[in-house]
């Protein structure tokens, strides 16, 4: 049996919402490197991070309004 995985819900939403406040440094420590989707236990954070995620690849700032663009189209 694996070990049971640690989370916090306070440390995930605090991520989201470094990301929309300070999009570019947080990307620029490497963030999509160490953080994965599966790595969030609430399903708003995991879905709000895939979002980020793609916006990032597509090249496009982390904001409320394109993060909120973004969950509208996946």
């Given amino acids: 049996m694996p070990p ?3 989370y916090s819900l306070t440390a995930e939403r605090a991520l ?6 300070d999009s ?3 990307w620029a420590e490497n963030v999509a490197g ?5 790595d969030f236990m609430l399903d708003e954070c995991r ?8 916006l990032r ?3 496009t700032l982390v904001t409320v ?10």
Avoid at 47 to 54: E, M, Q
Avoid at 65 to 74: D, E, N, V
């Fill in 4 to 6: 049971p995985r640690l």
């Fill in 16 to 21: 989201i919402a470094a990301l929309l406040l």
């Fill in 24 to 26: 570019d440094t947080c």
């Fill in 34 to 38: 160490l953080v994965r989707p599966g």
């Fill in 47 to 54: 879905f709000a991070y895939r979002a980020a995620l793609w």
């Fill in 57 to 59: 690849e597509r090249d």
């Fill in 65 to 74: 309004p394109t993060l909120a663009w973004a969950l509208g189209q996946m």
